[in-house]
């Protein structure tokens, strides 16, 4: 029987849970990849540090490169974390020295993927990612296999837990950004520092990866990138009046060619599938030819969710199975044009708060007028207890790039005494 | 460069589409899965129907069978369908001969499955069947490789396209079994005989085929199937009263070691996602360990969908990646124990029609309690022209048991002018 000689660096609740579900999986692996896991060494920043598994201390490695070297290794399973540093060292040193690579490091493939890709199939061995991108939800799979026949023209969706979480509870418990932030920490749903959460880094990173699957493209850094920290209650509520939610939705969509990489707080009507999709889940949806449209819905982290995408990509690589990392050689992936989201088009909910006084509004409306930017709804709702108000435009279709204008116009006058807001709609 | 030659036999709809997309998308195939796919043999029962396809004389095979003993065939994908006859022959004999065999035959594999999966194994040829159960969905890659990690506890969804189209079609036109059949079969989402879409025996077969990948257990017959047919408008109109929607839902499901298979309409919370899948969608959810619940959704019928999941098996095989039909050896697979339907307990409506006099409402509910079944629920409403009523009763949970001991009592009585109605709850 064959046999894959593992090595995991990194044991945090990921490492030290995947190290578990090995060891006490280990009969059923076997017999449906025909080859024996076997986690041959293990390495971590800190030796003494308490830890939940029991191993041999044969197992430890001092110096975690050592994995990258030793002859009996055949498969290195990085979850350091990170773009760089020791993440970033491990991997390259590894499919330098032909090791088979699993990693759950969004950043490091969205960042560096490409230039391992290119090492990966030099050196014929596999760089597996499906852990990266939305945990559990075996995407990365499903786009290599499941789904290879089509042709993509679009995947977008939620792809990041804690936002999501946030969202759909300032929603449905009427709170407002902070407070709903502090339950998330309590209950786990939120890390210590969250910003790559909150300010769209993650799903950005997730999307770029997506997007180079999609469209057999290399990854690119043209991607527009919006957190959900300037989301109030107001807009929550004024959402719903409207007939909508509001969720972070990463969007890329091929269009006359080009590629558009977004990430935005967006509203979605409140009867589509995406706007049921509540708290820590993610979902991905996929238009594509020939199949329609595809869509895949799980648990989107946490250590046991991570641990079934990894365990996918551990079991691909027992069977034998090399295959490019992107789905494509290097030299056949294409070098596809990337869009600005300045020249797309959107509907758009705008929020002014503004004093109250006579010719506020006819300003506001000429600006629109000015820039080319129609108005489809407009509701203006005046605070009781002082001279304000609040006025909310829908906007029909119109140019990114004009709602933007707009957007700093009307900023800089003196009669708005709060930052104004741009959401864009999604009306599908 | 590796070939791999194909045999197409039977080109209706779903063929001749696969046999287009596999000329327009050599290229891009053959990049991804290092292997380019060649379509050899083409055959079908008539040979001068006309076809929207254009061929070589050469590609013709005068008799289908000839494919399964032809050196220069590697794969036969098989599109003739029905578990005898022609498929059934043609399937044996080609993994006897050697011959890697993708199917779309759903009715093939949950009767044969077993047998068929041992000739492969033991000729190292695949056997790949993604095509038969829910078209475009990649659930069955998803389960061998995506989800390979997990222990699966229960797998539902909706799996018949052509009964779901009728029971939403019905609840948002508010119109009868009958006319919205009509409509379906104008609009090409019911067959010319739709017998197998509306008796459950689709959902079935596809269940079966669900139970075995999930449960590492080989096919089992033991399941519990009753179709659409007898759903009503009023059925639909008192679900909605009630907070729910009718859907055709088959259940897969692991309790203290025993597996339930189970296809019936099913009374599902109005607000539960699966309540959402309208029209002719498909939808699996799937509980699994670690991974939690994930959901695959999309188009589950139709030449350009089917085309999609056959050419990832295609890919697959391309790819050199010599799998277990089943996931497991059949060495390997576990002789479970099924469990029947009457051992398990729902909560249920049911719907007497009843001629109005004194006594009927207490006859009832003396048959429920002699039968210990507990009402949660009791809508009685007479019908204005005639002397008749419409008795509506939610029960708790209760024995399956006991609740066809109490429609078949209830349905012997005299007050009784129409046979009574029983459809489970699912409160998930």
């Known amino acids: ?46 030796r003494n540090k308490k830890r939940s598994i029991n191993f041999n201390k044969k197992q430890w490695l001092n110096n975690y490169l050592e994995a990258t070297y030793l002859s009996d290794v055949d498969l290195i399973i990085e979850l350091i974390g990170g773009a760089e540093g020791a993440a970033k060292k491990l991997v390259f040193n590894a499919l330098k020295n032909k090791k088979h690579v699993v990693t759950a490091n969004k950043a490091l493939i969205a960042k560096y993927g490409d230039q391992l890709a290119k090492i990966a199939e030099k050196n014929k061995v596999n760089l597996e990612f499906e852990a990266s991108v939305c945990g559990g939800l075996p995407i990365i799979r ?18 990041n837990g804690t936002s999501n979480y946030i969202l759909s509870s300032m929603d449905k418990k009427n709170k407002n950004f902070d407070e709903v932030l502090t339950d998330a ?38 991607i527009y990138v919006e957190g959900i920290k300037e989301i109030d209650k107001t807009d929550i509520i004024n959402a719903n009046k409207l007939g909508y939610k509001i969720k972070l939705i990463g969007f890329s ?3 006359k060619n080009k590629i558009c990489q977004r990430v935005h707080p967006t509203l979605i ?29 799980g648990e989107g982290a946490g250590p046991a969710a991570t641990t079934s995408a990894l365990v996918s990509d551990i079991s691909s690589i027992s069977r034998g199975n090399i295959k490019f990392p992107f789905s494509l050689s290097t030299k ?40 080319k930017v129609s ?20 906007t029909h279709n119109s140019k990114n790039n004009s709602l933007n204008k707009i957007l700093k116009e009307v900023t800089k006058k003196k009669y708005i005494f709060k930052k104004p807001k741009l959401i864009r709609i999604d009306e599908n």
Do not use: H, W
Request: hydrophobic share 40%.
């Open 1 to 46: 029987m064959r046999k894959l000689n593992i090595a995991i660096i990194g044991l945090g609740n990921i490492g030290s849970y995947l190290y578990k579900y090995l060891n006490e999986n280990k009969k059923i692996l076997t017999e449906k990849n025909n080859c024996i896991p076997i986690v041959k060494y293990i390495s971590a920043k800190k």
């Open 142 to 159: 499903s786009l290599k296999e499941g789904l290879i026949a089509n042709k993509i023209s679009k995947i977008y969706g939620i792809f």
């Open 185 to 222: 920490k309590n209950l786990g749903y939120a890390e210590a520092n969250p910003s790559a959460d909150l300010n769209g880094d993650d799903v950005s990173s997730k999307l770029k990866i997506l997007t180079s699957l999609c469209f057999n493209s290399f990854l690119n850094d043209k």
């Open 253 to 255: 969509e091929l269009l």
């Open 269 to 297: 009507k409140n009867n589509s599938y995406i706007a049921s999709i509540d708290g820590v889940l993610n979902a991905v949806i996929i238009d594509g030819k020939p199949v329609g449209q595809s869509i895949i819905q």
């Open 332 to 371: 056949e992936r294409k070098k596809l044009k990337f869009d600005s989201i300045d020249n797309r088009f959107f509907s758009a909910y705008l929020r002014f708060e503004v004093f109250d006084k006579p010719g506020v509004l006819s300003n506001i409306t000429n600006i629109f007028s000015k820039n």
């Open 375 to 394: 108005i489809k709804r407009l509701i203006q709702n005046p605070n009781k207890n002082k001279k304000i108000s609040s006025i909310v435009i829908i």
